[in-house]
């Protein structure tokens, strides 16, 4: 059979679509004409040179150094992430296991521009070693989108950008991008670490943000009159004088749902968040941990703002949780959780300070714009390990508003999910606060051994198990016997699958089973239906 009818039919067979007008690019191709895997062409610039608006750039993985941007046509999508043809048919495209690099090399100002064109796509790729290009508020990093633009960014890594301009990762200037589970870490930029919009349109969507810097505004993200959008995002270690995870003024809108702020910082304002004459602003199911700034606002700074803020947890940030510079920032504050922040709970108009959200002079007493707000420890998962998902008991299960909650959190799991015994019960409003919904209902499952088994000591041994719902970072794994630990095995990554090789001192015997028991969440284990033997 044809090689190419081969590869058509399998491709229909799984759902994917198969273009036509395709420039192929790989190392290994003959650098002809790009038609085929066979003639693909060896650069990145090349192929955006020949492909036609409407058409696709298909990339195999591999490192390839870029010494100069390149523009995207109308409607062109540009898809790393392919094996090398060595390795496998085009339907096996998988950007995780096929690492698609297009580095800059300190040389290259940018990779792509997509200038005043819609219906951009980007994806899987990681772009680094940008230093930035274009003039005025136009230079940016790894990506730029100018004039009107509109661009989708997916599964894209950006790490190690550094320019003196605008986005180190991705700048939006005039123009509108959606960006959706990608990672932006250690980028460097003025304004806008990781991401920077200016007079534009900005969507981001379950895409983590770590150790990113700008020099003057928003560590990880910076927006100046727009309109941005970040759901299930984590923002980890990020800086910036002024909001070291986000910074936006000036703008139409800034919504923040499901996400999570911990260990940022900033100098002068907003370790996690500042913003300055913003309208709308809206921060619903987020956490907020463990920021810092040597200013005003550890947590939340604003200034001339307006919005609210619904079922967030506040805890152990370094400052304010909540800083109101003056009267015209009035955000509503209702149903959301403050632990032990280091200047209190609330500045009310850049003068009062409140220590804490409950009893005579707290928060829900003083301030008109202040409800049902909670004092106590949210019982994280593992902090010091960036797991904040909260563990059964904490205050902020059942305790959230159904007013601006969000219907899933970061994981997506469904909300609400109502805990028996805890806030709400059986009202249908069992929201909790935070980026994490606790699950009553998830569960871990013994895969294999399940029972009537028989292993010899010294055999190496395939550990499997399930998780049906967010069950924890890692799990420990115990052999047991007679209803008594008889060895632990291993505390190990919680990814359903462990090795383990019997030891040969091991007392042979037909009645053990496996215990598998979540670390953070110990009401979370399960054990092999059966027994199973282990002999000489």
């Given at each position: 059979m044809d090689i190419g009818?081969?590869?058509?039919?399998?491709?229909?067979?799984?759902?994917?679509?198969?273009?036509s007008a395709t420039v192929h690019v790989s190392l290994s191709g003959d650098d002809t004409t790009g038609d085929s895997w066979a003639s693909a062409l060896?650069?990145?610039?090349?192929?955006?040179?020949?492909?036609?608006?409407?058409?696709?750039?298909?990339?195999?993985?591999?490192?390839?150094i870029i010494g100069s941007e390149s523009s995207v046509p109308e409607g062109v999508k540009i898809l790393g992430g392919f094996p090398d043809p060595s390795k496998g048919l085009v339907?096996?495209?998988?950007?995780?296991?096929?690492?698609?690099?297009?580095?800059?090399?300190?040389?290259?100002?940018?990779?792509?521009?997509?200038?005043?064109?819609?219906?951009?796509?980007?994806?899987?790729?990681?772009?680094?070693?940008?230093?930035?290009?274009?003039?005025?508020?136009?230079?940016?990093?790894?990506?730029?989108?100018?004039?009107?633009?509109?661009?989708?960014?997916r599964a894209c890594d950006f790490s190690r950008n550094e320019i003196e301009g605008y986005g180190g990762g991705v700048n939006v200037l005039g123009a509108s991008a959606k960006i959706q589970n990608c990672v932006f870490r250690n980028n460097f930029a003025e304004e806008g670490?990781?991401?920077?919009?200016?007079?534009?349109l900005l969507k981001v969507t379950g895409s983590v943000f770590r150790g990113n810097t700008a020099n003057l505004i928003g560590g990880a993200a910076s927006g100046y009159e727009s309109s941005v959008?970040?759901?299930?995002?984590?923002?980890?270690?990020?800086?910036?004088?002024?909001?070291g995870g986000v910074e936006c003024h000036e703008g139409t809108g800034a919504d923040f749902e499901n996400c999570l702020f911990a260990n940022n910082s900033a100098t002068t304002q907003g370790g996690a968040l500042s913003f300055t004459f913003q309208d709308d602003v809206e921060i619903s199911n987020c956490t907020i941990v463990r920021n810092k700034t040597n200013g005003n606002g550890a947590g939340v700074f604003m200034h001339d703002s307006t919005g609210e803020i619904v079922n967030t947890i506040f805890s152990?940030?370094?400052?304010?949780?909540?800083?109101?510079?003056d009267s015209t920032a009035d955000p509503e504050v209702k149903n959301c959780l403050f632990d032990f922040n280091s200047e209190g709970a609330y500045l009310n108009e850049?003068?009062?300070?409140?220590?804490?959200?409950?009893?005579?002079?707290?928060?829900?007493?003083?301030?008109?714009?202040?409800?049902?707000?909670?004092?106590?420890?949210?019982?994280?998962?593992?902090?010091?390990?960036?797991?904040?998902h909260i563990r059964l008991g904490s205050p902020a299960i059942d305790t959230g508003t159904r007013d601006s909650a969000t219907d899933i959190d970061i994981d997506g799991f469904a909300r609400p999910a109502d805990v028996s015994n805890a806030g709400a019960n059986g009202t249908g409003n069992e929201f909790d606060i935070g980026f994490d919904e606790y699950d009553p209902d998830a569960m871990l499952t013994v895969v294999a051994p399940n029972g009537g088994e028989e292993f010899v000591k010294g055999e190496e041994v395939e550990i499997a198990w399930a998780s049906d719902g967010y069950t924890g970072v890692k799990v420990k794994i115990e052999l047991w016997r007679r209803n008594e630990r008889a060895l632990s095995i291993a505390t190990t990554v919680n990814d359903g699958a462990h090795r383990w090789r019997i030891p040969v001192d091991l007392r042979a015997r037909w009645?053990?089973?496996?215990?598998?028991?979540?670390?953070?969440?110990?009401e979370f284990f399960d054990q092999s239906d059966g027994k199973f033997a282990i002999t000489n």
């Open positions: 009818i081969r590869v058509a039919i399998l491709a229909s067979l799984c759902g994917f679509s198969y273009a060896q650069s990145v610039e090349d192929a955006l040179e020949q492909v036609a608006a409407g058409e696709s750039v298909y990339v195999a993985e591999g490192t390839y339907v096996d495209r998988d950007p995780t296991r096929f690492v698609t690099t297009l580095d800059g090399d300190g040389v290259a100002g940018s990779i792509f521009v997509v200038d005043g064109v819609d219906d951009v796509e980007i994806d899987g790729f990681t772009l680094t070693g940008c230093v930035g290009a274009g003039d005025g508020y136009a230079k940016g990093g790894a990506i730029r989108v100018n004039g009107s633009g509109e661009v989708e960014i670490g990781g991401v920077k919009v200016h007079e534009g959008q970040f759901n299930e995002c984590v923002f980890i270690g990020n800086d910036g004088p002024y909001g152990r940030n370094r400052g304010h949780a909540v800083f109101e510079n850049g003068s009062q300070t409140i220590a804490s959200a409950t009893g005579n002079g707290g928060m829900n007493s003083v301030l008109d714009e202040a409800s049902s707000n909670l004092d106590g420890n949210p019982l994280f998962a593992d902090a010091d390990k960036d797991d904040y009645n053990y089973k496996l215990v598998i028991i979540s670390t953070s969440f110990p």
